[in-house]
């Protein structure tokens, strides 16, 4: 070992805090350097020959020097070993520990020894308080070094087997974090940052289905908004029926895309009054009750590609769901339409009906033929008088996306007259509850729309997309909107009414858009 300061001081005094001199060997941001000049101001050189001004608190004083070379050399390993296993687990300090290590303690071999405590594999402390490990803490730390370099081994390869796309079974765990940022769980991966890919879930998402991570079935939008798709289901509790005007009697159908599985509306007519049926789960969902805090938190039917993520328990539609028993309750809205379409009479009752279950193609071959007939008759009217006061219904096309069993099913939805007529019940249903809602003093959330910035009475697809283009966004607000700005948008099967939302059972169907709803009175 060679030390460069033949005129450095051989004692180590004066090791640790100040005062300064200059010549001083001082230890700046763990590295040497050398007092400059000392006074109100002290001005060192680093190593790497940067003069900088310091306050005495930044440095630690080493060695008094004087020191002209910040070049030291570092002992042997070897040595370092056997001096320590002398002193293990005792307490010296840097000058005593040089001089047994080297024989001398000049400026560069306190810094030799200094740089064991810095180092931490040997030694801890101070200059005038210099630890030497004993036995258990050496290992400790040589073990603890050991792994971490054994980690950054197998990061690298891992990291190296992520760029060329050949993963093994054991790279999942560690790709749980990449799994987190797509799920957006986390906002940083150190493994998306390590292959300088940017902290997105898409980008998350795209490297684990390049991978063969995940494949297209795996869907993670539902965790990135916070829905939660599994839990367990609070028990639905049996309470009395209340009394309930029985319509068993007459011929009631729940008209629903083909595969529907929660029929949840239904429609029936009886001379000039046409009946609009919704599902009641309220017979054992009471409000406070843990099935009601349970649906509150979900708020709906969650709808994906690879099923239903129910808002009450599964069991509900089976006891509910209308036309799946023989009879079933329901909250019921009787409507009769005045001489020129509009909403002229309206009551909500709890009944019990006997439902037949149709599609819309079943519907729309049936739709000039017995009751079906004279309900689209009666919905007629009512979209007549909602086109005449400045309706928009744009009929734009829809499919419906299934997957299952690694496949994606995309099936065209065609637009019919069948869609239409549940569309306009389920309109007049809303404007039926919203009127109710006024009457009564109902706190409800209405939904309005401004009518388009012109009129538009579109015919052709490129018609309907530009006539679109020009709605402007609906708001909801607990006043129903004036007359003028009175436009909705309703889906077949749901009780979304004009100028008023109204659902309590969530549905999953879709149909044509329409806007345009009658005038109601404006609160006073």
Same mark, same amino acid.
């Given at each position: 070992?060679?030390?460069?300061?033949?005129?450095?001081?051989?004692?180590?005094?004066?090791?640790?805090?100040?005062?300064?001199?200059?010549?001083?060997?001082?230890?700046?941001?763990?590295?040497?350097?050398?007092?400059?000049?000392?006074?109100?101001?002290?001005?060192?050189?680093?190593?790497?020959?940067?003069?900088?001004?310091?306050?005495?608190?930044?440095?630690?004083?080493?060695?008094?020097?004087?020191?002209?070379?910040?070049?030291?050399?570092?002992?042997?390993?070897?040595?370092?070993?056997?001096?320590?296993?002398?002193?293990?687990?005792?307490?010296?300090?840097?000058?005593?520990?040089?001089?047994?290590?080297?024989?001398?303690?000049?400026?560069?071999?306190?810094?030799?020894?200094?740089?064991?405590?810095?180092?931490?594999?040997?030694?801890?402390?101070?200059?005038?308080?210099?630890?030497?490990?004993?036995?258990?803490?050496?290992?400790?730390?040589?073990?603890?070094?050991?792994?971490?370099?054994?980690?950054?081994?197998?990061?690298?390869?891992?990291?190296?087997?992520?760029?060329?796309?050949?993963?093994?079974?054991?790279?999942?765990?560690?790709?749980?974090?990449?799994?987190?940022?797509?799920?957006?769980?986390?906002?940083?991966?150190?493994?998306?940052?390590?292959?300088?890919?940017?902290?997105?879930?898409?980008?998350?998402?795209?490297?684990?289905?390049?991978?063969?991570?995940?494949?297209?079935?795996?869907?993670?939008?539902?965790?990135?908004?916070?829905?939660?798709?599994?839990?367990?289901?609070?028990?639905?509790?049996?309470?009395?029926?209340?009394?309930?005007?029985?319509?068993?009697?007459?011929?009631?159908?729940?008209?629903?895309?083909?595969?529907?599985?929660?029929?949840?509306?239904?429609?029936?007519?009886?001379?000039?009054?046409?009946?609009?049926?919704?599902?009641?789960?309220?017979?054992?969902?009471?409000?406070?009750?843990?099935?009601?805090?349970?649906?509150?938190?979900?708020?709906?039917?969650?709808?994906?590609?690879?099923?239903?993520?129910?808002?009450?328990?599964?069991?509900?539609?089976?006891?509910?769901?209308?036309?799946?028993?023989?009879?079933?309750?329901?909250?019921?809205?009787?409507?009769?339409?005045?001489?020129?379409?509009?909403?002229?009479?309206?009551?909500?009752?709890?009944?019990?009906?006997?439902?037949?279950?149709?599609?819309?193609?079943?519907?729309?071959?049936?739709?000039?033929?017995?009751?079906?007939?004279?309900?689209?008759?009666?919905?007629?009217?009512?979209?007549?008088?909602?086109?005449?006061?400045?309706?928009?219904?744009?009929?734009?096309?829809?499919?419906?996306?299934?997957?299952?069993?690694?496949?994606?099913?995309?099936?065209?939805?065609?637009?019919?007259?069948?869609?239409?007529?549940?569309?306009?019940?389920?309109?007049?249903?809303?404007?039926?509850?919203?009127?109710?809602?006024?009457?009564?003093?109902?706190?409800?959330?209405?939904?309005?729309?401004?009518?388009?910035?012109?009129? @538009?009475?579109?015919?052709?697809?490129?018609?309907?997309?530009? @006539?679109?283009?020009?709605?402007?966004?609906?708001?909801?607000?607990?006043?129903?909107?004036?007359?003028?700005?009175?436009?909705?948008?309703?889906?077949?099967?749901?009780?979304?009414? @004009?100028?008023?939302?109204?659902?309590?059972?969530?549905?999953?169907?879709?149909?044509?858009?329409?806007?345009? @709803?009658?005038?109601?009175?404006?609160?006073?």
């Amino acid at each position: 070992m060679s030390v460069e300061d033949s005129g450095a001081k051989k004692d180590g005094s004066g090791a640790g805090a100040g005062p300064f001199a200059p010549g001083n060997l001082v230890v700046y941001k763990s590295a040497p350097a050398r007092v400059l000049t000392a006074g109100q101001k002290i001005e060192i050189e680093t190593a790497e020959g940067s003069r900088v001004s310091v306050r005495g608190k930044d440095i630690l004083l080493l060695h008094p020097g004087p020191v002209s070379s910040l070049r030291f050399d570092l002992p042997p390993a070897g040595e370092v070993r056997e001096a320590w296993e002398m002193l293990q687990g005792q307490r010296t300090t840097a000058a005593e520990f040089a001089e047994l290590l080297f024989g001398t303690s000049g400026p560069g071999e306190c810094w030799a020894v200094y740089s064991l405590a810095l180092d931490g594999l040997y030694a801890r402390g101070t200059p005038g308080d210099f630890i030497l490990l004993s036995r258990e803490e050496h290992q400790a730390v040589a073990d603890a070094r050991d792994e971490a370099e054994r980690e950054a081994r197998e990061r690298s390869l891992l990291l190296d087997r992520l760029r060329t796309g050949k993963t093994l079974p054991q790279d999942r765990k560690p790709l749980r974090e990449v799994e987190d940022v797509a799920f957006g769980r986390s906002g940083t991966s150190r493994i998306l940052r390590d292959l300088k890919i940017p902290n997105l879930p898409e980008k998350a998402h795209a490297l684990l289905l390049k991978l063969g991570v995940w494949d297209e079935s795996v869907n993670p939008h539902p965790a990135r908004l916070g829905l939660s798709l599994e839990g367990a289901f609070p028990a639905l509790e049996d309470y009395p029926d209340g009394e309930r005007l029985d319509l068993t009697g007459l011929p009631a159908f729940a008209v629903d895309d083909e595969g529907s599985e929660d029929p949840d509306d239904a429609i029936s007519v009886d001379g000039d009054t046409l009946w609009v049926h919704i599902a009641d789960p309220a017979q054992a969902v009471r409000p406070g009750t843990e099935a009601d805090l349970f649906a509150r938190e979900r708020g709906a039917n969650l709808y994906l590609p690879e099923g239903k993520v129910p808002m009450l328990p599964p069991e509900t539609t089976e006891r509910f769901g209308l036309g799946l028993g023989d009879t079933s309750p329901a909250l019921s809205f009787a409507v009769k339409l005045a001489p020129d379409g509009s909403l002229a009479e309206h009551r909500i009752l709890l009944t019990r009906v006997r439902v037949t279950r149709l599609s819309f193609r079943e519907a729309q071959e049936r739709l000039d033929q017995g009751p079906l007939r004279d309900i689209h008759a009666v919905t007629s009217r009512y979209n007549a008088f909602r086109r005449k006061n400045g309706a928009v219904s744009l009929r734009l096309p829809e499919v419906k996306i299934r997957a299952a069993s690694g496949e994606v099913t995309i099936r065209p939805l065609p637009p019919t007259d069948a869609q239409t007529m549940v569309t306009d019940a389920m309109l007049m249903a809303g404007e039926a509850a919203a009127r109710y809602a006024i009457e009564k003093g109902l706190p409800l959330p209405y939904a309005s729309q401004e009518p388009p910035d012109s009129p @538009c009475d579109p015919r052709t697809l490129s018609e309907m997309w530009a @006539c679109r283009r020009q709605m402007r966004a609906g708001s909801v607000s607990s006043f129903p909107a004036p007359t003028r700005a009175w436009a909705c948008r309703s889906t077949p099967g749901s009780p979304v009414p @004009c100028g008023a939302t109204w659902t309590w059972w969530p549905t999953s169907r879709s149909g044509p858009t329409s806007w345009g @709803c009658p005038s109601f009175p404006p609160r006073r």
